[in-house]
């Protein structure tokens, strides 16, 4: 069985049964429960969710894109400042990061100010973060492979608008 084909299924569509994963990928299904489950063993597969759109609902929530500047620690390098950050609750990625700035961070919470204020208390507090630098997301136009299309115009796969 075609591992990268199996994993690009259930990333895009997580929702499918294990007899409709077989007979889109030609196995038995047998086969495929086997390699989901050693999948989830061996953390390849780290957990289903699913994508909503919060801008559809009356929750208020607010979002951010944050960049830290983090000196790196003796033996651990950013090991330990990025446990420290994914470690609050708030925060729903971490990422190592190339370029101008060391980890990226995206948080969540119930308003901009609230974001602010972690950001502010919580983050920029921890010992070896120089800097931050916070961008608050407006809208979300695309998230994990799935477009966020308002009511007033939707976006076809090649990226033209249907409303035209």
């Known amino acids: 069985m ?3 084909q199996l994993l690009e299924i259930l990333q895009d569509q997580a929702t499918l049964t294990t007899a409709q994963l077989a007979a889109m990928l030609g196995e038995k299904e047998e086969d495929v429960v ?3 489950k050693k999948y989830e063993k061996e953390g390849v597969i780290k957990g289903y969710q699913a994508l909503i759109n919060w801008e559809r609902t009356e929750v208020p929530r ?3 894109l944050i960049e ?3 000196s ?3 033996d651990t390098g950013f090991d330990e400042i990025a446990g420290r950050v994914m ?3 708030e925060v729903e990625s971490v990422y190592l990061m190339s370029g101008g700035y ?3 961070v995206t948080v969540t919470g119930k308003t901009m100010s609230d974001i602010a204020m972690f950001v502010s208390k919580r983050l920029a507090t921890i010992d070896g973060v120089l800097s931050t630098a916070t961008h608050f997301v407006l809208t979300k136009y695309k998230d994990g492979g799935v477009v966020f299309a308002s009511d007033y115009e939707e976006i076809d796969e090649r990226g033209s608008n249907l409303c035209d």
């Open 2 to 4: 075609a591992m990268e």
């Open 34 to 36: 086997k390699a989901i």
């Open 62 to 64: 607010a979002t951010a």
């Open 68 to 70: 830290l500047r983090v």
């Open 72 to 74: 790196p620690q003796k």
């Open 87 to 89: 470690n609050f609750p």
């Open 102 to 104: 060391d980890l990226a």
